[in-house]
Every structure is written in C-alpha cells, then in structure tokens.
C-alpha cells in the first residue's frame, strides 16, 4: 500500500526537461571589419585593454629572457682567457697529438686532398699557384702581420725572444717560390707540410742517433747522422710514395729549407704574430698522367702515428695527379 502510495506521488510531480541551446555562428566578417569593428571597437578581434595587457606581458617576459641570457653569456666570459685556453693538452679536447695538414688545398683548410693539374693548362697552373700565394702572404708580407709584431730571425744557438715570435724564412725555399712558379708551370710541383697548432704543446726529439726508430727512412737517418747534436732538435718530415705497386711514380723529393720543423718554433703560446713553421716539399720528376699518393710523416717521440685510412694520426696523405 505504501509502495504505491510513493509511486503515485513521484507521478505527480513534474517533469523538469532540460533544453540545450547549442551556439550559434558569428556572424561572417569582411577584412575591413576583422580589421577595425567600428561596433565594438575592437581591432583584429581585440580592445585596447586587451592589446595593451597583451603587448605588457610579452615585453616583460622578452625583458626577462633577455636578462637571464646576458647573465649567462657573461657568466661564460668570465671564464674565458683570450690568451690561452683554459684546458690545455691532456685536459682539453684537441688532446697531445697534433695533426698534419699540407697546403696548397683548394677550398681551404676543408678542400680535397689531392692536387690535380694540366700542365700545359696556364689556368689550371696560375689557380694552384695563386693559392699558395694566398697561404703564403703574411710570411712574405709583414704588413699582414698585427702592429707591434716582434718578429725576429732564430737559429738553433740564439733563443727566441721573451716577448716576440720567431720568423720563417721564405728565402731559404729553394725552388719552392713564387718567382719559380713553385715548380708547377715544370711539372716539379711543391707543396708545403705543416702541424695544427696546440697550445703549449713542446715536442720530444729524436735528437740522439742512437735511439732513431727502426721504420724511419733510411734517408732520413742519414740526414739527421750529418747534422751537428744542436740542430737535431726539430720534428723531422719524411714523404714516401703510399701504394701497394712495385711501380715506383713518385721519383726524387727534396725538402726545404730542411727536412724538420726547428724546435724553436715551440711551444706555441698564441702570441701576436707568430706563423707555423712550413717544409716545402718538391716533387722532381713525379710520374706524368698517373695518379700518386704520398704519406706525409711528422716524427717526435710524442707524435703518435696510425696510417691507414680511418683514424689517420702524424701524418697526412696528399693525391698528386699531372696530365
């Protein structure tokens, strides 16, 4: 009886329906309008409130990011010494060992590793010619140098100076020159071996010829055999004809002005004015129309070397072809 008297009063109670009202679409707008609502005042769809909060929080927040990024540029430079690098040899990344490299490269320090030429071909002569002109410049051309270089001539008796570098003598390139073509106009060209410079870096000598590496060259032996103990103290450069050939296309190589790098080119210690010391290598009589390729070896007891095509260390491979 209950139960029935509670369901005829739920009955009786009305119904509450609820109605949806779904949005309706804006009204379709022309540019002029989006613009500029003349109605409304609003511009592209904003008031001048609207637009001003906008353009307040975007440059406070521009403000602060700048802020935060001055912070930490300068937080970065105070690290930094324009002098030296903060980590140096076995700390930094360019380690202990340093590259060997050769110019002239078409495209820089990032160009092929090969020198091709038509002899016959004056063009193709004067472009090779000119890029060792370029690398050349600031050795022959002191005005390239920074103002108040303290450059002075070195030998293997007289120290360099405290506060100057040593000078290299282009003179003594032989026939590695711009007055002779650097060999390239005879088919004899040159080209010139150099080391990446490390800071502080000081290399070991082979400067007793009791303790020479067995796979050095014999003509390099003899070599560092004729010279006096003082003028042992450099990182000696050999090239040899790398291939598996019994054809031997390189011919004769001579080196100038010596077959090292002087010691006391080293350490590098980044001051004004100072320029690598180079061994300019002379192709005499290399094989014409074949392709030849030569290993280039700096020797120093500290100068590790790996030949090989991947992970090539001490020594670098220069492709000389002459059609």
Same mark, same amino acid.
Request: with cysteine; aromatic share 12%.
């Given at each position: 009886?209950?139960?029935? /008297?509670?369901?005829?009063? $739920?009955?009786?109670?009305?119904?509450?329906?609820?109605?949806?009202?779904?949005?309706?679409?804006?009204?379709?707008?022309?540019?002029?309008?989006?613009? &500029?609502?003349?109605?409304?005042?609003?511009?592209?769809?904003?008031?001048?409130?609207?637009?001003?909060?906008? /353009?307040?929080?975007?440059?406070?927040?521009?403000?602060? =990011?700048?802020?935060?990024?001055?912070?930490? /540029?300068?937080?970065? =430079?105070? *690290?930094?010494?324009?002098?030296?690098?903060?980590?140096?040899?076995?700390?930094?990344?360019?380690?202990?060992?340093?590259?060997?490299?050769?110019? !002239? $490269?078409?495209?820089? /320090?990032? %160009?092929?590793?090969?020198?091709?030429?038509?002899?016959?071909?004056?063009?193709?002569?004067? %472009?090779?010619?000119?890029?060792?002109?370029?690398? =050349?410049?600031?050795?022959?051309?002191?005005?390239?140098?920074?103002?108040?270089? +303290?450059?002075?001539?070195?030998?293997?008796? *007289? +120290?360099?100076?405290?506060?100057?570098?040593?000078?290299?003598?282009?003179?003594? =390139?032989?026939?590695?020159?711009?007055?002779?073509?650097? %060999?390239? +106009?005879?088919?004899?060209?040159?080209?010139?071996?150099?080391?990446?410079?490390? &800071?502080?870096?000081?290399?070991?000598?082979?400067?007793? @010829?009791?303790?020479?590496?067995?796979?050095?060259?014999?003509?390099?032996?003899? &070599?560092?055999?004729?010279?006096?103990? @003082?003028?042992?103290?450099?990182?000696?450069?050999?090239?040899?004809?790398?291939?598996?050939?019994?054809?031997?296309?390189? %011919?004769?190589?001579?080196?100038?002005?010596? $077959?090292?790098?002087?010691?006391?080119?080293?350490?590098?210690?980044?001051?004004?004015?100072?320029?690598?010391?180079?061994?300019?290598?002379?192709?005499?009589? !290399?094989?014409?129309?074949?392709?030849? +390729?030569?290993?280039?070896?700096?020797?120093?007891?500290?100068?590790?070397?790996?030949?090989? *095509? $991947?992970?090539?260390?001490?020594?670098? @491979?220069?492709?000389?072809?002459?059609?």
């Amino acid at each position: 009886m209950s139960s029935n /008297m509670a369901e005829r009063k $739920r009955s009786s109670q009305p119904r509450i329906i609820k109605t949806y009202e779904f949005p309706t679409m804006p009204e379709k707008q022309s540019l002029g309008q989006f613009l &500029y609502d003349s109605s409304s005042g609003r511009v592209m769809g904003r008031t001048a409130k609207s637009w001003g909060q906008l /353009m307040l929080f975007y440059t406070i927040f521009y403000i602060v =990011l700048a802020a935060l990024y001055a912070i930490c /540029m300068q937080g970065l =430079l105070v *690290t930094l010494n324009h002098q030296y690098p903060r980590w140096q040899l076995d700390e930094s990344r360019i380690g202990t060992n340093p590259g060997v490299t050769f110019r !002239p $490269r078409a495209g820089g /320090m990032e %160009g092929a590793l090969e020198i091709q030429y038509v002899a016959a071909n004056k063009t193709d002569v004067s %472009g090779w010619v000119d890029l060792i002109n370029e690398f =050349l410049e600031p050795y022959t051309d002191r005005t390239k140098l920074p103002p108040g270089t +303290n450059q002075v001539i070195c030998d293997f008796v *007289t +120290n360099p100076p405290r506060k100057g570098v040593c000078a290299f003598d282009v003179s003594k =390139l032989g026939p590695c020159t711009a007055d002779a073509g650097f %060999g390239y +106009n005879r088919s004899a060209p040159c080209f010139f071996i150099k080391l990446n410079k490390i &800071y502080n870096w000081e290399p070991e000598y082979y400067d007793n @010829v009791e303790d020479l590496p067995a796979d050095m060259p014999d003509d390099l032996v003899g &070599y560092i055999k004729s010279l006096k103990e @003082v003028e042992r103290k450099q990182i000696w450069i050999s090239c040899l004809e790398d291939t598996k050939s019994e054809e031997k296309l390189l %011919g004769p190589i001579e080196y100038f002005p010596s $077959r090292g790098l002087p010691g006391y080119y080293y350490p590098y210690l980044n001051l004004e004015g100072y320029l690598s010391p180079l061994v300019a290598v002379q192709l005499a009589r !290399p094989q014409p129309k074949s392709t030849i +390729n030569i290993e280039c070896r700096a020797w120093a007891k500290n100068i590790i070397y790996n030949g090989g *095509t $991947r992970n090539r260390l001490g020594s670098v @491979v220069v492709t000389m072809r002459i059609d």
